[in-house]
């Protein structure tokens, strides 16, 4: 089993910057890859970025320049930086981790969500 916990949201003016972090624990080292999703308000949750247990990233193209995921699933530690923020990047932000479960099948883990609001 893996958990997580996503911190760092909060309300920022349009054109601010927050930093989102996420922290594994449990069965860390059974993480196969980890990434950011977001759920706005009457919208589906859409993935906004992924790394693999290599640190390859790969960011959603409308979200490209202005959001900036890093980190290390060897640790269970993922972040997202978010810079230039828009009003419709006004969402829930989930973390996920994909792992392999103690029989070795895939297994999706969520956090709690934290929300992120872009207004003035």
């Known amino acids: 089993q893996v958990q997580l916990v996503e911190s760092g949201g909060g309300l920022v003016q349009p054109g601010g910057s927050l930093r989102l972090s996420c922290e594994a624990s449990g069965s860390i080292s059974d993480i196969v890859d980890m990434g950011w999703f977001r759920q706005a308000p009457g919208k589906q949750r859409e993935l906004v970025a992924r790394?693999?247990?290599?640190?390859?990233?790969n960011h959603e193209e409308s979200v490209k320049g202005r959001l900036t995921m890093s980190g290390d699933t060897a640790k269970g530690t993922i972040f997202l930086q978010m810079n230039d923020l828009k009003s419709e990047d006004t969402a829930v932000y989930y973390c996920?981790?994909?792992?392999?479960?103690?029989?070795?099948?895939?297994?999706?883990?969520w956090g709690q969500g934290t929300l992120v609001t872009v207004s003035s």
């Open positions: 996920n981790a994909r792992y392999r479960d103690y029989l070795g099948d895939p297994a999706d883990a």
């Open positions: 790394i693999t247990s290599r640190g390859w990233t």
